[in-house]
């Protein structure tokens, strides 16, 4: 045989070994990438064991969360889900965040970036993408069908909380993928946080291929496509999150490490430069690498999203409390809390509780004299069934509070309720008797002196290993200081009673969240008028 056809048989056999081969990788990817399993599917337990000692996270903070876990279906698959609500949101407008893990991972990977959102006065709700965790079905698509199991998870959300919920999404990875993609399918979502997302997945396909692989991706990486489209009925062309950004008005924080060996932090450059929000953000995180910013320094991550966070979302506007006896009504009777809760619709009424020798528990102020007959709660429950608003419930004494949750659960009231009234005494017995009902912690000052900042710091640590969701104090005492120290601790600052206009306006000016007054109408007009002169 001549040497030139000697050759020529010798480059066809490397040339279909190299094609066999290439097919074989392209096969073999799209099959592991698809269909995960192994340690490529880590268990709760795995999850849990490497989070503790990788990233050092907490988990007896998330275990003692009130998480309402359930199943939703979603196109073909059961996405196992978490929810925490915050306390926080009670007398205000719900806001959740929604987080989405990335790939190998599951649902308690996002319990340390849960933490961060929680603490900023969020609900939380954690899931496991299909494929992971506890979910059921599959395949994995890397954002396909992952963008639309999000906003199932979206309208699950808006269904449990009310459908005027802010929805946030936190992603990491194959999570920041997916909700970019979401963002082309559902305009529920009013704001993202994306780390360590890629701007389209062919290119990140590529990038594996040479970075984990050692292998070029030029034959097997057209390969991938073909056995992709056979597989998933969609092109890897198509999955283009930068096409999505770029029609999305969603403000955006991209992070990123520089170092991101897996998708390249120019991925990220691009996905920046395609947004059209003007309140979108990039930061880079430098010498860091995939999906570790948070590790490399946690109080940084977290600031940087409060901060953006604090540009982002505007600033829900403080809460008037009819004050028990308000519009010049006699206190705790019905026909009061009536004249009340038709005048304000959606605001918020106080009422003062305490117990009858029996236990049952009464709109009273204080103990009542030999005939009095004060006003029951189980009737004033039955009452607000009527109106939207959120109660205030002053505690005198917290002799009989599992009664207080009972019936609040029994009349369909009970997340609109909130205890003050809670000294660091009663903390604890309010946590063990009444776990589900959020209450404020109460703080008098010397002579209603305003605290220095180092008080209202220890105060603000005080609250929150107490349990509590903010402040109540009286207003003589509140400054900008105050409410401002106790929001960023993630708290909440609440004053009574305020009854000048003059007062008022201060009030307002400090950014309080929600004030307690005999005054309603008052404050209202002053609100609605903007008329506060900061």
């Known amino acids: 045989m001549e040497w030139y056809w000697i050759l020529l048989v010798a480059a066809g056999a490397a040339g279909l070994l190299y094609v066999l081969f290439s097919f074989t990788a392209a096969w073999i ?35 003692r969360f009130d998480k309402e876990c359930f199943r939703l279906p979603a196109a073909g698959a059961q996405l196992s889900c978490v929810l925490v609500r915050n306390p926080q949101n009670t007398g205000r407008r719900e806001k959740c965040v929604i987080l989405c893990h990335g790939y190998t991972k599951n649902l308690l990977a996002c319990v340390k970036y849960g933490y961060i959102f929680y603490d900023l006065g969020y609900s939380i709700l954690l ?49 920041a993928i997916s909700a970019m993609l979401a963002l082309e399918i559902d305009d529920r979502i009013d704001f993202l946080v994306e780390d360590s997302g890629a701007s389209e997945i062919r290119g990140f396909a590529g990038q594996a291929f040479k970075t984990y692989a050692k292998i070029s991706p030029g034959l097997t990486l057209p390969l991938v496509s073909l056995v992709w489209k056979a597989l998933v009925r969609v092109s890897m062309a198509d999955l283009r999150p930068v096409g999505a950004v770029a029609r999305s008005d969603v ?71 009819a004050h028990a006896g308000a519009l010049d009504t006699q206190a705790n009777t019905l026909e009061s809390l009536q004249t009340c809760l038709e005048f304000l619709g959606g605001s918020c ?47 005198k004494d917290p002799a009989n509070l599992p009664e207080i949750q009972r019936l609040g659960g029994e009349y ?39 605290p220095s900042g180092d008080e209202l710091r220890a105060l603000a640590e005080e609250i929150k290993r107490l349990g509590g969701v903010g402040l109540n104090t009286r207003y003589q005492s509140a400054s900008r ?41 008052v404050l209202r007009s002053i609100i609605s008028e903007n008329n506060h002169n900061c």
Not at 37 to 53: I, K, N, P, V
Request: glycine fraction near 8%; charged fraction near 25%; hydrophobic fraction near 40%.
């Open 412 to 450: 369909g009231v009970l997340p609109r309720l909130f205890f003050t009234g809670i000294s660091a005494l009663w903390a604890g017995i309010v946590r063990e008797d009444a776990p589900r009902i959020p209450y404020y912690i109460n703080k008098l000052f010397p002579g209603d002196a305003a």
């Open 481 to 521: 200081e105050m409410a401002e120290l106790m929001r960023a601790n993630g708290l909440l600052c609440s004053v009574w009673t305020v009854d000048g206009e003059a007062d008022m306006r201060r009030m307002l000016c400090a950014g309080v969240d929600n004030i307690t007054t005999r005054r309603p109408d």
């Open 127 to 175: 899931y496991d993408h299909r494929g992971f965790g506890e979910s059921q079905g599959g395949p994995c698509t890397l954002g396909h069908l992952e963008k639309s199991d999000l906003s199932a998870v979206v309208g699950e959300a808006k269904r449990r909380l009310g459908e005027d919920t802010l929805i946030g999404v936190h992603g990491e990875s194959l999570g």
């Open 251 to 321: 403000p955006i924080l991209f992070l990123h490490g520089r170092d991101d060996r897996l998708i390249p932090a120019e991925m990220c450059e691009e996905l920046y430069a395609a947004a059209r929000s003007p309140l979108s953000k990039m930061v880079i995180f430098e010498g860091v690498g995939h999906a570790r910013s948070y590790h490399s320094d946690n109080r940084r991550y977290t600031e940087i999203i409060a901060g953006w966070l604090a540009d982002v979302v505007p600033r829900e506007p403080c809460i008037i409390t």
């Open 29 to 63: 990817f799209s099959r592991r990438v698809l269909y995960p399993r192994g340690r490529q599917r880590r268990t709760y337990d795995e999850m849990r064991s490497e989070q503790q000692s990788l990233e050092h996270v907490d988990f007896t903070r998330y275990e």
């Open 349 to 395: 009424v106080e009422v003062d509780v305490r117990f009858d020798a029996q236990g049952v528990p009464i709109l009273t102020h204080d103990a009542p004299g030999p005939g009095e007959q004060p006003a029951l709660l189980e009737d004033f429950f039955a009452l607000l069934q009527n109106f939207p608003a959120r109660v205030n419930l002053d505690i």
